[in-house]
């Protein structure tokens, strides 16, 4: 009759992937895989869990300041200017990290989606600073004519 138990023999409990982890390399969802085992999608080894969201936060910037970059382009490009820079900078940002592994691969599509807004935003909002700059220079034309004209003793063309 045996009264002790036996000592858990069973091995050491290696952690599990919980919900919401991704393999770097394809963005399949690791559940219920361990360190060391190969991912069942791509096949690469698991060395690391992303304990990171599924997407970057640079990628979501890039897209989000890309998009904002484009719908202020009326704006004369003042706000949407930065807004397109920033995206895509954030966007090479979010690619350097997807590339160096800190990212996952599925922020790709967003990052790449950034950086299009974001040249997008930069062609429009340049083509508005440009017409900004043209009434701004019209306007400066006009009070420098308005100036002269009343300064000045050119006179008046009177009927
Ligand atoms: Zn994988």
């Known amino acids: 009759m045996q009264e002790h138990h036996t000592p858990n023999t069973a091995p050491t409990a290696t952690p599990t992937a919980k919900e919401g982890v991704y393999c770097l390399s394809c963005g399949y969802n690791l559940v219920g895989v361990t360190i060391g085992e190969r991912c069942p999608e791509c096949g690469s ?34 706000i949407g200017m930065p807004c397109a820079i920033l995206a895509i900078v954030f966007a090479k940002k ?17 990052a790449t989606a950034g950086r299009v807004c974001g040249w997008i935003g930069v062609v429009l909002n340049g083509l ?11 306007f400066i034309g006009i009070i420098g004519a308005a100036a002269t004209g009343a300064a000045g003793n050119t006179p008046m063309l009177l009927p």
């Open 94 to 110: 979010a690619r350097l990290a997807i590339q160096n592994g800190t990212a996952p691969v599925t922020s790709q599509g967003m």
């Open 128 to 138: 508005m600073l440009l017409v900004l700059l043209f009434y701004i220079l019209v």
């Open 45 to 78: 080894v698991i060395m690391q869990f992303a304990t990171r969201n599924q997407t970057s936060g640079k990628a979501v910037a890039s897209m989000i300041l890309g998009i904002i970059s484009i719908v202020t382009c009326m704006g004369y490009g003042i």
